[in-house]
Structure formats: C-alpha cells, structure tokens
C-alpha cells in the first residue's frame, strides 16, 4: 500500500444544533450525511477490503467535519450556503415526528425558509467556500 498525504478541493461540514439529546443529534448526522452522498456520487471513495478480502462498502473519501451551533447560528449556515450557491442538506425538528420520507418532505414544503425549526444543515462545496460557510463555528464536543 502506498503512502500519500492528498489535498482536497473538496470538503464536508455536518453543522448539528447542540441541544440536541445525543441520539438526535448522530440521527441528524446520518440523515445529512444520505443527502450528500445521494447527491455528490463524487465524494465517494473506493471500497474497502481488509486483508482477508473482505469487502467494506466505501465511504465519504474526502474531509467530513463536524459542528455545533445553536438555532440562530444554523440559519446563518443555511443563509451562507444559500447566498454562495451551494444546495444543502437540512433536518428540521419536525422531521422527528414523521414516519417516512414523503412526509419529512411535506413537513418542509409546509413552513417558508424564515420558519424552519432547522436543527442540522449539511454542505459539500469547495473547501474555501466551506471554510465561510463555517466561519465562527467550532467543532462538535
């Protein structure tokens, strides 16, 4: 196997409300991390074989950071990306109490961006847009 040390153009920043019991809060994470994964074939990587020839599925093959924010800074996320043109991945609070997937997307069609209870905002962009997008924030303890 070949050592390198890559540089990514490329970044991941889950950023996850910290009032969040613990179990939400990695619920959210997976949840984003589906959304960008469907959306940035890309980002994934090779898949993984140990050395029995075992093979593991591949995952995220670049940077994926982590961050805590409260409510207001969330918005600001969301804003950020929005105005940078970069299409995140949301988890509104209303998501916890729906069942499948067409109602989590009738829960966000039915509230305007101003009223989302957002409680997760996921982007993958360039990393120095990601860099702004994120500024401020520090990373989940």
Not at 70 to 78: P, Q, S
Request: aromatic residues 8%.
């Amino acid at each position: 196997m070949t050592e390198y040390t890559p540089t990514f153009d490329t970044k991941i920043a889950f950023v996850v409300r910290e009032d969040l019991p613990a179990w939400q809060k990695l619920n959210v994470t997976a949840f984003l991390a589906s959304g960008l994964a469907a959306t940035s074939p890309e980002s994934i990587g090779e898949d993984y074989l140990d050395a029995d020839g075992t093979r593991y599925t591949p995952m995220f093959g670049e940077p994926a950071m982590v961050f805590g924010a409260d409510a207001a800074r969330l918005t600001r996320t969301l804003d950020r990306a929005l105005s940078r043109h970069v299409v995140p991945a949301i988890f509104t609070a209303d998501l916890f109490e729906t069942t499948h997937d067409a109602a989590n997307r009738c829960a966000v069609a039915g509230r305007a961006r101003h009223e989302l209870d957002l409680v997760g905002v996921a982007v993958r962009a360039q990393r120095r847009t990601v860099d702004k997008i994120v500024d401020g924030l520090r990373l989940h303890g």
